[in-house]
């Protein structure tokens, strides 16, 4: 019986280890400032370097008893317990302020007096230098969360910045982004032209823009010009040769293509019997064929016999067509007059 009953107290001592460290795993160092000059003040009007710590859990705990120390000999495991506590400052009892609830903040003031509030840690906190600073439990052995802080400028602050509930960063924030005794996450209101002037208060950045600007816009115009110049001396030049050589060969093509087109489409609406020539060709040809009859126009050669033929009355379509036809007179045997002399061949 009296082994169960040992045996059980070890199982509840255990089991209370185990959920007073899931508990001392929700208080996270949250933000710190090492130089304070124009932020927070304590109840008497004073500013201290300041530490404010943060319950991410929702269910509330109280960090009464916990230790603060900047001293890092405090990770010496060899170190013995009370020789830990001489150099670490406990959160003191009796200020219902250490009761944190879910998602609640808490701020101590570091470098001060114990006497003048339960806020108030002797906590020594040198500006001038990077500062490592933790938090251990009231047993002053397991250590619960610390930081590096690095070198900070008057009223910086170096704050927790939770990303997915996973990974912790830390980042530097300025004057008009600390939150003591808030989240973290804030969005300060900024105008352009504000952010340009504190990212730029030397004008540095604005005078290059500027000069930037003014040499783009001149090489602009540049190459504008000189494209233009050129396009210009090009037409100059093209006029010049057309005026002095006109382009001959050029001319007779575009003759010799239409006279190709005319004759391919005669050939087409004709047939190819016609190879090419136009009916009206044909038929001026036939005009003045039978006017060159009607005029009875022909060779006068010397030494040429010509015989001329008689019309008669069988030939009646021959007398139509060129109106010559003559009344039939009785016919008389005359003998053909042989030609002498020089005029015969």
């Not at 050129?230 to 003759?255: C, D, F, G, S, W």
């Not at 006068?300 to 008669?312: Q, R």
């Not at 009344?327 to 008389?332: D, E, I, K, Q, S």
């Amino acid at each position: 019986m009296n082994k169960f009953g040992l045996l059980l107290s070890v199982l509840l001592l255990a089991g209370t280890s185990n959920i007073s460290a899931q508990m001392d795993a929700s208080i996270k160092l949250n933000e710190v400032m090492t130089s304070n000059s124009s932020s927070l003040q304590d109840e008497y009007g004073m500013r201290h370097a300041w530490l404010e710590i943060e319950n991410i859990s929702h269910s509330t705990y109280n960090i009464r008893g916990m230790y603060v120390t900047t001293d890092r000999s405090v990770l010496d495991r060899k170190m013995s317990v009370p020789e830990r506590q001489k150099r670490m400052s406990q959160i003191p009892n009796g200020d219902e302020r250490t009761n944190l609830s879910g998602r609640q903040h808490f701020v101590l003031y570091l470098g001060s007096q114990p006497n003048l509030g339960t806020l108030h840690l002797a906590v020594p906190v040198d500006a001038t230098k990077p500062l490592w600073i933790a938090l251990y439990n009231g047993n002053a052995t397991q250590l619960i969360d610390s930081v590096s802080v690095p070198l900070l400028e008057a009223d910086q602050s170096y704050a927790r910045i939770a990303n997915n509930g996973t990974r912790t960063d830390w980042e530097v924030k300025s004057a008009d982004r600390v939150t003591p005794g808030i989240s973290n996450v804030t969005t300060v209101s900024e105008s352009k032209i504000e952010k340009f002037k504190r990212e730029d208060p030397h004008g540095f950045g604005m005078a290059l823009m500027a000069m930037g600007i003014v040499f783009f816009c001149l090489a602009l115009l540049w190459i504008v010009f000189t494209l233009f110049g050129m396009l210009m001396r090009h037409m100059e030049t093209a006029k010049k040769v057309a005026n002095k050589q006109p382009i001959k060969p050029i001319t007779k093509t575009v003759e010799k293509t239409i006279e190709v087109g005319h004759k391919t489409g005669v050939i087409l609406k004709d047939g190819f019997d016609s190879k090419g020539i136009d009916r009206e060709v044909y038929m001026a040809v036939i005009g003045m064929a039978l006017k060159q009859y009607e005029d009875d126009v022909h060779d006068v050669e010397s030494g040429i016999i010509t015989i001329k033929s008689k019309a008669t009355d069988w030939d009646d379509e021959y007398a139509q067509m060129t109106h010559f036809h003559e009344p039939v007179l009785p016919t008389t045997h005359q003998a053909p007059q042989i030609p002498t002399g020089p005029e015969l061949k």
